[in-house]
T-cell receptor
Framework: GQNIDQPTEMTATEGAIVQINCTYQTSGFNGLFWYQQHAGEAPTFLSYNVLDGLEEKGRFSSFLSRSKGYSYLLLKELQMKDSASYLCAVMDSNYQLIWGAGTKLIIKP | NAGVTQTPKFRILKIGQSMTLQCTQDMNHNYMYWYRQDPGMGLKLIYYSVGAGITDKGEVPNGYNVSRSTTEDFPLRLELAAPSQTSVYFC???????????FGPGTRLLVL
């Protein structure tokens, strides 16, 4: 079966750095997406990785290792507004997104 | 440019009632999707469409129907509502199958 695993909840301090991990087992791979979802709102796109390595976009970076079935999202200089759920999703061989359950990130002052 | 819009925002249905969840996008995207999101679980694909007149089943299509008569609109129909259909429903659109999907604000549905 297809499976995406990510931690249910993480806590970090304002101004710090946090890494959210995602491991996956899917039938085929056509890219990995990270989305941010604030409570009661829609998911919004953060990053996309299809090749191995690190993609940096401002305070957010995303890393992919296809051989290990592993990705992480790195958030630097955490702000209170970063409190949200972070969703990992893999596009399978049919170009359908398989979603993890999300990691709820709590930022403390 | 409104992006993806959904109506209604919230609805309570009685068991056995029917309703249509509306979804419209103004980005001229060919691909449109319907997902449901339940607590503690990942988004599940209900139906998707690759263009006007073409629809296909996703992972959890039972109890739902869709149509795609125009590029802009992709309504989701619940014929006989059941408590198991209590969920948050998101519509999304994308330019192509491998492209980023953009989500509407969601419809919260409660079936009692």
């Amino acid at each position: 079966g297809q499976n995406i695993d990510q931690p249910t909840e993480m806590t970090a301090t304002e101004g710090a750095i946090v890494q959210i991990n995602c491991t996956y087992q899917t039938s085929g791979f056509n890219g990995l997406f990270w989305y941010q979802q604030h409570a009661g709102e829609a998911p919004t796109f953060l990053s996309y990785n299809v090749l191995d390595g690190l993609e940096e976009k401002g305070r957010f970076s995303s890393f992919l290792s296809r051989s290990k079935g592993y990705s992480y999202l790195l958030l630097k200089e955490l702000q209170m507004k970063d409190s949200a759920s972070y969703l990992c999703a893999v596009m399978d061989s049919n170009y359908q997104l398989i979603w993890g359950a999300g990691t709820k990130l709590i930022i403390k002052p | 440019n409104a992006g993806v819009t959904q109506t209604p925002k919230f609805r309570i249905l009685k068991i056995g009632q029917s309703m249509t969840l509306q979804c419209t996008q103004d980005m001229n995207h060919n691909y449109m999707y319907w997902y449901r999101q339940d607590p503690g679980m990942g988004l599940k694909l209900i139906y998707y469409s690759v263009g006007a007149g073409i629809t296909d089943k996703g992972e959890v299509p039972n109890g739902y129907n869709v149509s795609r008569s125009t590029t802009e609109d992709f309504p989701l129909r619940l014929e006989l509502a059941a408590p198991s259909q209590t969920s948050v429903y998101f519509c999304a659109s994308g330019l192509a199958e491998s492209e980023t999907q953009y989500f509407g604000p969601g419809t919260r549905l409660l079936v009692l």
